[in-house]
């Protein structure tokens, strides 16, 4: 995908913004009384099955998980869904160049997806698969309700449709000679009668609800490209079946055409949520999870999320879903990723090279999620090394090391010290602050800002330790000396443990390895 400057996003804000946008700070939760989350729907992308998983696919996921896992700890009941979008004409291009039937394909490719989630350590609910029966049944009720809500017709349409987006393109979508800005290829002039969902109709209603909503869709200059959209774009219906392949969900009642892959696939929200025992209807849906509290997607399908999804849900009378999180492209060395550019970061060999939580740490930690964001294995390894590796990992050796050989058994710092005195203590102070400052960042989607309020701790501690000198004092005849000494480690020891758990979101294993 093409990275695309951020410039141009503030640029739209400004213009857009309006006095009627007003700041959103963080996402809104379910509460429970305690004040915890209650509950929590996250869902990512349904990744298009025609190739192996790359790592914009793996970059939202880890995002749903980090959310999920903090959700989790503040006691919710989560349902993260992942999965693939498995229909449409190129996938079944892409079987074909490999004498395969798109059956095999796809599910060839699950396992492709299903053993990456695995080795990054997702931690997902739900996995849909587009290609389900229950999800069939799911689609034939959608379509009916929106036909019978008046907003599908037929009719004869002529326009230029790139096969990699499965999309006819409008005039923005292109550059000159009708190349497609994320593919890079020439569209093709197509004519087909197809059938078409009533998108003017919710014209008005859409741009209610995003005004009405200022935190639907975020970051908010993003927002304001939507409103820019729904103001000056003319009104217009799209195209929601195609009759140039055979690989889809067949129209109710017309098998000449299968249902266009954005009408099926944003429906593997709902289908993916149901269990086995469950009937595929909607209205079983909305018992099991839905409406999706966050949508975590990419900025280039902004449009089928904002605009096409929530329309056929105001259509077929469901609820919309609350956020729309987005996320900007990737770039490696500041150049976009191609094939043709042999740059391509593949996700398994980083992860089986570096580890998971490596990777979790640097596209989560590190990257600023609403913005484009550009890795380099050099910035990679520095900063996972020296924030990780080095402020948390040699903290941890240096007292453990200190601990094992001093303390005769486990012990806490809260016995050996008196309320006061605890409490001006430096590590305490900053691990007391920490939570709030963490939970804060994580519910607005900050996760640089929750890492490294997080982290603050082993600053603090590590500053700290080189004040007391502890292994110095350690080395005393003076009991009281070795005594105070002990106590500070304890102290840290304590403040290395709550660092630890509010990093568990972003870094599940080496934060279960420091508890262990």
């Not at 739209?12 to 305690?34: D, H």
């Not at 996250?42 to 190739?51: E, H, K, Q, R």
């Not at 949520?273 to 209205?283: C, N, Q, V």
């Amino acid at each position: 995908e093409p990275a695309q400057s951020d410039q141009d996003d503030a640029a739209v804000a400004e213009e857009a913004q309006g006095p009627r946008r007003k700041k959103v700070s963080s996402l809104r939760f379910n509460r429970s009384e305690n004040g915890g989350i209650k509950n929590l729907t996250v869902t990512t992308p349904l990744f298009y099955a025609n190739g192996a998983p790359h790592i914009g696919s793996a970059y939202p996921t880890i995002a749903a998980d980090v959310v999920s896992r903090y959700a989790q700890m503040s006691g919710g009941d989560v349902h993260f869904v992942t999965g693939m979008d498995e229909h449409g004409e190129k996938i079944a291009k892409t079987a074909e160049g490999k004498d395969m039937t798109p059956q095999q394909l796809v599910d060839s490719i699950a396992g492709d997806f299903q053993g990456l989630w695995d080795k990054l350590n997702i931690r997902n609910q739900h996995f849909a698969r587009t290609t389900q029966p229950k999800h069939r049944e799911i689609v034939a009720e959608m379509w009916q309700r929106c036909l019978d809500s008046g907003d599908i017709y037929k009719k004869d349409y002529e326009g230029w449709y790139c096969v990699g987006c499965e999309a006819y393109l409008d005039a923005d979508e292109m550059e000159d000679d009708h190349v497609c800005k994320i593919h890079r290829k020439k569209a093709e002039l197509r004519r087909e009668e197809n059938y078409f969902f009533r998108l003017s109709k919710y014209w008005e209603k859409l741009t209610q609800h995003m005004e009405d909503n200022p935190d639907f869709l975020l970051p908010q200059s993003r927002a304001s490209q939507v409103m820019v959209w729904l103001d000056k774009d003319n009104k217009r219906d799209f195209s929601i079946s195609r009759a140039s392949t055979d690989w889809g969900i067949p129209v109710p009642g017309d098998d000449s055409q299968v249902i266009y892959v954005w009408f099926d696939a944003l429906l593997g929200y709902l289908s993916s949520l149901l269990r086995p025992e469950d009937p595929a209807t909607l209205d079983t849906c909305l018992k099991r999870g839905w409406p999706a509290d966050i949508h975590v997607i990419g900025k280039d399908i902004m449009r089928f999320h904002a605009l096409y999804w929530p329309a056929m849900l105001m259509s077929a009378g469901l609820p919309l879903p609350k956020h729309i999180v987005t996320h900007g492209f990737l770039t490696k060395d500041g150049l976009k990723m191609g094939k043709s550019l042999g740059n391509v970061v593949e996700p398994v060999p980083l992860v089986e090279n570096f580890g998971a939580d490596a990777v979790r740490f640097f596209f989560a930690g590190c990257l600023s999620f609403g913005q484009d964001g550009d890795f380099a294995y050099e910035s990679f390894i520095n900063q996972v090394n020296s924030e990780l590796a080095n402020e948390l990992g040699n903290l941890l050796q240096r007292i453990l090391t200190l601990c094992r050989k001093n303390l005769p058994e486990p012990s806490g710092p809260d016995c050996l010290y008196e309320e006061a005195e605890l409490q001006a203590h430096p590590v305490y102070r900053a691990a007391l602050a920490a939570p709030a400052e963490v939970a804060a960042a994580f519910e607005r989607f900050d996760f640089p800002a929750a890492t490294q309020a997080a982290l603050r701790i082993a600053n603090v501690a590590n500053a700290h330790i080189m004040v007391v000198v502890p292994w110095k004092k350690l080395k005393s005849e003076d009991e009281q000396v070795r005594g105070e000494a002990l106590r500070e480690l304890q102290v840290m020891a304590e403040g290395v443990r709550i660092c630890a758990v509010l990093l568990a979101p972003v870094t599940p294993s080496v934060s279960g390895k420091v508890l262990e």
